[in-house]
């Protein structure tokens, strides 16, 4: 197709939601979620297609990273600390350490802290479109979402607990943590509630795990909090698509 856009380059193409999803590691759900959102600005080619400019994308990136509320999250790099930016409260902190592991090729520890550091911005804003939104027809995209953040968390920190260089500094007080306003214990959550128990479990585990040393422990909760709420996704979903008369 024809770009009419003059801002578009070989530095600054259109790109495709699945393009995004799959540069990104996220759920293309999770792209669509910032586009409704009007987090990420798109526009249409067609009835479906949706593209987005590259420089959109990385203005939305950086817009989170500066935007992410106060935490305890500092990356460390043997040259140093980079610029410190504020992340979500439920962030970790990361320190050099010569610790059990694998030896990081060249290069492959900074490629690690930024995946996790993109991770964290993925996070930040999937807990901020579900902080304060009342329970509607996006309540299980919203937990998809979040799932899918999950799952990025647990996949970059298995990655850097693999890697000598890496270790996980405590975060106190962290076994009361919420992942968000509308998922807190004794909200109007729609869905099984034998399976939001499973999810506060979970999420009390995560806190646990945030305050001890091992960071395998913290992925692996990040996995089992990811894989509740993918259950509870597809539970609401399954009842969404039952009650328009449609199978799932």
């Given at each position: ?54 420089s959109d994308l990385d203005r939305m990136l950086e817009d ?37 592991g694998r030896q990081a090729e060249p290069g492959e520890m ?139």
């Amino acid at each position: 197709m024809t770009e009419p856009d003059a801002q578009v380059g070989p530095e600054n193409r259109w790109l495709t939601v699945a393009e995004i999803a799959s540069e990104l590691r996220v759920n293309p759900a999770t792209v669509r979620l910032w586009i409704s959102k009007g987090t990420l600005p798109a526009k249409r080619a067609g009835r479906r297609k949706l593209l987005i400019l590259r420089s959109d994308l990385d203005r939305m990136l950086e817009d989170t990273r500066r935007e992410s509320p106060p935490g305890g999250y500092l990356p460390q790099t043997p040259g140093g600390y980079p610029q410190h930016r504020p992340p979500p409260l439920s962030r970790r902190q990361l320190s050099t350490a010569d610790i059990h592991g694998r030896q990081a090729e060249p290069g492959e520890m900074e490629q690690i802290i930024a995946g996790i550091q993109q991770a964290d911005e993925i996070w930040a804003t999937a807990q901020a479109a579900s902080e304060n939104a009342p329970p509607d027809p996006g309540f299980a995209l919203r937990v998809r979402v979040l799932a899918d953040a999950c799952e990025q968390q647990a996949n970059w920190l298995l990655t850097a607990a693999q890697t000598r260089g890496f270790e996980w500094t405590p975060l106190p007080d962290r076994r009361g943590v919420v992942i968000s306003h509308e998922l807190r214990p004794g909200a109007n959550r729609p869905g099984p509630p034998e399976l939001w128990d499973e999810f506060d479990r979970a999420v009390q585990r995560l806190g646990i795990a945030m305050e001890g040393r091992l960071m395998y422990s913290v992925a692996w909760a990040y996995r089992s909090l990811a894989e509740v709420m993918h259950t509870i996704a597809d539970a609401l979903l399954d009842e969404e698509d039952y009650g328009e008369g449609q199978r799932p």
